[in-house]
């Protein structure tokens, strides 16, 4: 299994794990095509996520790069698409090298094809 892959899986297996510990029900997609990686539910409120990762160190400055963007290709080309209003309510984003999770609302994420994350500004009691 290349690295992407993996930490893709690991990423949304700990962001289930983490929610499931917080009381929430969790539910995961079969297409692989949603806007959304899974949905939580808690107290009658429906939440659908959008789960990142990085593998990366951290940069210069201590932010970690996060690519927002998702590249789609078909038989002539590739499709870049960024973060759309209403694709999804919650991003939550795993840095592997903190075992960490920061979960962002859409808003802002929205049109982004980047994010520098700096785990001191984070909060991550957003659900």
Known sequence: MDI???SGQV???KVMADLAARGYHIFN????KAPFDIIAYKDNVLKRISI???IRDCNTVGKYPIELRRVRSNKTSNNIY???EGEF???AVYIFKKDKIIYLPIESVIGKGMINIKLEDCQSGLL
Do not use: A, C
């Open 89 to 91: 309510d919650i991003l």
């Open 29 to 32: 997609q079969i297409s692989g």
């Open 82 to 84: 960024k973060i759309e």
């Open 4 to 6: 992407k892959t993996q």
């Open 11 to 13: 990423s949304e297996l």
């Open 52 to 54: 990142k990762s990085t």
